[in-house]
């Protein structure tokens, strides 16, 4: 496993950190990003703008 964590405290690095941030904050950060990414790509659809049709194969 300590080559796992080395992995990790590489990847902090490329992101500028000094270290491996704690487990439960990562956690709260992707939490807070997958809410973001969701309710943009929720609010950028108007409704019935896409169309499914399966007997003409069309999906847009």
Known sequence: ME??????????????????????????????????VFKLREGSWDGGVLLKDRYRGILS
């Open 3 to 36: 080559h796992r964590h080395l992995d990790l405290e590489s990847a902090a690095r490329n992101f500028g950190l000094e270290r491996l941030t704690a487990h439960d904050e990562r956690y709260e950060w992707a939490e807070e990003y997958l809410e973001v």
